[in-house]
């Protein structure tokens, strides 16, 4: 039923992206898992709508409820924006030809089975455009004590191979640079097959970076006031890099910012909440870690799900 009537509004309105309302009474049936069988509304939809080359946006009753109305409309002006294949914004970064990939993983446990599908977002070039993603079951995999699976020397290679593969399929050249960024370590046999397969097309230049938040480091703003030093009303600001050494650094990508309205004013998107800096670890490669930082930096404003530009996302939520 769902995907007939998906074909329906593909076939009568000849649309490259389609909106679908989830009302209210809907969100029981949204998911289920059913001896052994797993439904997701939202996955399913995207999944098939991306089958048929067709950009989806679902838009669930509560978020019309809200009273703030205003960054409901931004963020569904973006939103409608962005599927319709526009640019809303690129990044400023003088090198060229560099491919920006992010590994994440989904695990799905069902009946004591783990199954794990890895996916590769993010494919960018120094502009920020060239955007793909790529999804695939993988088998030999290891868990560390956390369940963080981790790839094999074959998966890893063959990771490298998918990385070439979207961005010259984007933009019909091979990248000069590569550089890929997940949330756990990366062990030898991930780095050997990545290096490996990206040597291979020649791509010598590649940074394999960690980033995770350090929930522990929370820091305020300090302020003069009558010749005497104290703590501000306000966290740090955004873009505040601390280099711990030359493998590691945090990073405030959520901060106070100058505020648009009066050139003394500052914002802070976070209300009372004081943010919390990621944490990133260079595994491999010769970038300097404060070129690593503000690369990622400005990559949070490339999340064209959001107008926050806190971090960019790499989940498989797409």
Request: hydrophobic share 35%; aromatic share 12%.
């Amino acid at each position: 039923m769902i995907t007939s009537k998906i074909d329906q509004i593909i076939n009568t309105q000849s649309q490259n992206t389609i909106t679908i309302f989830i009302p209210a009474e809907w969100q029981p049936f949204e998911n289920y898992i059913n001896q052994g069988e797993t439904f997701d509304l939202h996955d399913y939809v995207k999944a098939y709508a991306t089958s048929k080359g067709v950009s989806s946006q679902l838009i669930r009753e509560e978020t019309l409820d809200d009273r703030l109305k205003c960054q409901i409309y931004w963020w569904l002006s973006l939103s409608f924006y962005v599927k319709s294949l526009r640019t809303p914004w690129v990044l400023n970064n003088q090198e060229k030809s560099i491919a920006y990939a992010g590994i994440g993983y989904s695990v799905s446990t069902i009946k004591g089975k783990s199954e794990i599908v890895i996916g590769c977002s993010h494919i960018y070039d120094s502009n920020g455009q060239g955007l793909k993603y790529k999804l695939s079951k993988i088998d030999d995999y290891y868990l560390d004590k956390q369940k963080n699976p981790y790839l094999s020397y074959k998966d890893a290679f063959q990771f490298g191979v998918s990385i070439r593969e979207l961005f010259y399929q984007s933009l019909d050249k091979l990248p000069e640079r590569v550089v890929i960024h997940k949330r756990t370590k990366f062990t030898p046999d991930e780095i050997n097959g990545i290096k490996a397969s990206l040597n291979m097309a020649g791509i010598k230049k590649i940074d394999l970076v960690e980033i995770n938040f350090e929930a522990d480091a929370r820091f305020l703003a300090i302020k003069v006031y009558q010749n005497n030093l104290q703590a501000d009303g306000f966290p740090v600001s955004r873009g505040i890099c601390i280099v711990t050494n030359k493998h590691t650094a945090l990073l405030w990508t959520h901060g106070i910012v100058p505020s648009v309205r009066q050139a003394n004013y500052k914002f802070y998107l976070g209300g009372r909440n004081i943010p919390a800096p990621v944490k990133i670890t260079k595994h491999y490669g010769e970038s300097n870690i404060n070129v690593i930082a503000t690369e990622i930096l400005g990559l949070t404003k490339m999340n064209w799900n959001s107008l926050e530009g806190k971090i960019y996302d790499y989940r498989l939520f797409i």
